[in-house]
């Protein structure tokens, strides 16, 4: 096969999509799709050029027969299309979460099953760079046993509300506009913890780990402009080699937007925030009043791909889905990966209703989990970065 086909379903978040693919040597962009005027429009000022066409249905994108489906639509519909993508005879790689119940993840594994298509779960932040160097780091043993992990998504999303344009805006801004027949957003009652996955992943990555159970909690509903979900909620989830992994997620607190990592090891720790952009660490033997060390790893692997969105992991994530197809292999992210990226947001969600309640998470795998391949596929950095004292004043 000399270039994969590529569709594109939704130019909202795809519009990043079609740039990525677009610059993929091994991919083809023949068509995508969205129904509203303005998308259509830059859809086709990126498409024509490169002779591809731009159509309203997601039916006509299916008619033109591509190998692959990039589904980045309305997050309450990613499961029926991508279901609907497979049936035709697509791989698909879907934005996420992918799916927003435990019957919706049945219902893709089953049809990954029946189809023999490839299903694969977007989750550009299993590509950040400085995850590479973690697992490195923590296969050769350097970090000791870990025993726990943490992570936080602290996004503000405010603008829960939606016209019949695409545009979207706050209940405030509605009520000062004077604005009607706006619908809330697919986000605007998501229980925030079921958007875990840029935290999970990269974790479930590192550790080479899977989720066993869960408890969780809620925060207070105050945000007036998202008054349908939760100010925030946390989640504690055992794995199978039994650690602890804590995930945080707040869609309604004002604050700079972020993903925060933290493992613990009987050897050292690490650390890394987006807002930061370089990882902390602390290996055994170090004096701990000299405090962390710095290391300046980046979210991407050069300076081009942190043009190409969020910081390059957006590209990554294209290429290596497309790698993949092409020379006939299983993606880095298959379907039971994905499922275990995803489904223990959405009993977490379960837990927080229950009050806390630990629920256990179900194994979707029809094979016991033997460990990751993602590595098989992503590999690790040949070079080895210096730190530098980071004293306990600048810490």
Known sequence: MDQITVGILGLRRGITHLHNFLTVPEARVIAAADRLPDRQAEGRRLLEPVGGKMVAEFEELLAMQPDAVVVASNGRMQCQHACQALEAGCHVLSEVPGAFTLEEWVRIRDTVQRTGNQYMLGENCSFLNFIRYWRKWIAAGQYGEMSLAEAEYLHYLPH?????????????????????????????????????????????????????????????????????????????????????????????????????????????????????????????????????????????????????????????????????????KTVPIDVYRSIEYSLPGIIAAQSADLGGTPL?????????????????????????PEGRPMPPSAA
Request: proline share 7%; net charge negative.
């Open 360 to 384: 256990a998470v179900p194994d979707l795998r029809l094979k016991p989990f033997r460990g990751t391949a993602f590595w098989d596929y992503v590999g690790f950095p040949e070079d080895e």
């Open 160 to 328: 829960t509300l939606t016209n019949a344009d695409g545009r979207f805006f706050t209940p405030s801004e509605a009520r000062q506009q004077g604005l009607r027949g706006l619908v809330p957003t697919w986000r605007a009652d998501q229980p925030p913890i079921q958007y875990l996955t840029h935290d999970l992943g990269p974790l479930l990555e590192v550790l080479d780990d899977r989720v066993m159970s869960v408890t969780c909690r809620s925060g207070p509903w105050r945000c007036p402009e998202a008054p349908l979900r939760p100010d925030g909620q946390i989640a504690l989830f055992t794995t199978e080699k039994g650690l602890l992994i804590q995930i945080l997620v707040t869609l309604n607190t004002v604050r700079p937007s972020e993903h925060r990592y933290r493992l613990f090891g009987t050897g050292g720790s690490l650390e890394w925030s987006w807002y930061e952009g370089f990882c902390r660490r602390f290996l055994a033997g170090m004096e701990e009043s000299k405090g962390w060390e710095r290391v300046d790893i980046a979210v991407a692997t050069s300076e081009t791909d942190k043009q190409m969105g969020h910081g390059g992991m957006d590209v990554n994530l294209a290429r290596h889905f497309v790698w993949a197809l092409h020379r006939g």
